[in-house]
């Protein structure tokens, strides 16, 4: 992934835009300041004990009036809910052309290693981490992509 992403930004990288890091966010964060920050699809692949200092990292990273993009997938408020958000994706996925065995596989490969949170509890981690203006942006099905800015 990271070859790909390099070859596909080269440009940037090259004329000093764009920087590619390959770190662990449990082990820390980098040190910027940024006006942006994204974390999409990403933080839901981290142990739940290191997701609030991470995101507080990210608010400690931000300059004053910043903003953080964050896109996670996401559990139902209710176990129905879940349930049922699950099984309308399932259906996009076959719909696409995935066959049923290729859902289950992927289901398996991402068992134990993504860990995802209600919607609720993420915006709850966003203003425990110093966000004090969060805003969902986006929400389908059981994924969710809030805005959150730094005061």
């Known amino acids: 992934m990271l070859e790909a992403v390099r070859n596909r930004f080269r440009l940037l990288i090259d004329g000093g835009v764009v920087q590619i890091l390959d770190l662990d966010l449990r082990q820390g964060f980098p040190r910027v300041s940024a006006s942006v920050i994204l974390s ?3 933080i839901q692949f981290t142990p739940i004990e290191h997701r609030l200092r991470i995101l507080e ?10 903003a953080f993009i964050f896109v996670e997938k996401v559990i139902g408020a209710t176990a129905a809910l879940d349930r049922d958000f ?11 052309g995935y ?3 290729e859902i289950e596989r992927k289901r398996l ?7 995802p949170v209600t ?16 805003d969902c942006f986006w929400r389908w099905m059981n994924f969710a992509g809030w805005i959150a800015i730094k005061s």
């Open 40 to 42: 999409v699809l990403t």
């Open 109 to 115: 490969s991402l068992e134990g290693v993504l860990v």
């Open 99 to 101: 066959t049923s065995e």
């Open 57 to 66: 990292d990210i608010h400690a990273a931000l300059l004053p009036g910043g």
């Open 119 to 134: 919607a609720r509890w993420n915006e709850e981690l966003l203003k425990t981490a110093g966000f004090r203006h969060t």
């Open 86 to 96: 699950v099984a309308l994706y399932h259906e996009f996925k076959r719909a696409g």
